[in-house]
T-cell receptor, first 109, second 115 residues
């Protein structure tokens, strides 16, 4: 069974701070990695994806991938209350797509 | 058009009913997915269609029957469901399966309640 693990939280950060979300995966054959944001009662919304080692930045979001350590993270800079949501890490390996259990983030005004 | 649409938004059905969920995308994607999501849990993959052919069935009970009439449409036929099948059913699509930058885009979901 392929596993994708995340700290379920809840993670609380003050407004304006950096939120750091982490994810580890077990399948070394995994090819690409995704971060989704899901508000309560809504569907997952893609924030960004990464498939090469290193950092990838998009606005306030930075994804970091370390395939040797089987670790992927998401940094949210200048966190806003509207960033409060569950963040799902997802891993693609071949035709399979595995979600982690998600980390609940609360940004405190 | 970068949207995946799903109908209906909400569905309440009895255990003897037959109903269908519908999903549509016009992004030219050739892979489409059904997921089931229970409260405070991640989405669970049910089915994957690749080029209109069923490529993955994650041991889903036969009371769920998928159908892909064409590359833009995906249906999920429901029959004799159980109350534990109540969940948010999500449809997603991606360009193809099995490539690195294969991000999936999700529809808004159908909230299903089985009485």
């Amino acid at each position: 069974q392929k596993e994708v693990e995340q700290n379920s939280g809840p993670l609380s950060v003050p407004e304006g701070a950096i939120a750091s979300l982490n994810c580890t995966y077990s399948d070394r054959g995994s090819q690409s990695f995704f971060w989704y944001r899901q508000y309560s009662g809504k569907s997952p919304e893609l924030i960004m994806f990464i498939y090469s080692n290193g950092d990838k930045e998009d606005g306030r979001f930075t994804a970091q991938l370390n395939k040797a350590s089987q670790y992927v993270s998401l940094l949210i800079r200048d966190s806003q209350p509207s960033d409060s949501a569950t963040y799902l890490c997802a891993v693609a390996a071949g035709n399979q797509f595995y979600f982690g259990t998600g980390t609940s983030l609360t940004v405190i005004p | 058009d970068t949207e995946v649409t799903q109908t209906p938004k909400h569905l309440v059905m009895g255990m003897t009913n037959k109903k269908s969920l519908k999903c549509e995308q016009h992004m030219g994607h050739r892979a489409m997915y059904w997921y089931k999501q229970k409260a405070k849990k991640p989405p669970e993959l049910m089915f994957v269609y690749s080029y209109e052919k069923l490529s993955i069935n994650e041991s889903v009970p036969s009371r769920f029957s998928p159908e892909c009439p064409n590359s833009s449409l995906l249906n999920l036929h429901l029959h004799a469901l159980q109350p534990e099948d109540s969940a948010l059913y999500l449809c997603a699509s991606s360009q193809v399966t099995g490539v690195s930058d294969n991000e999936q885009f999700f529809g808004p979901g159908t909230r299903l309640t089985v009485l």
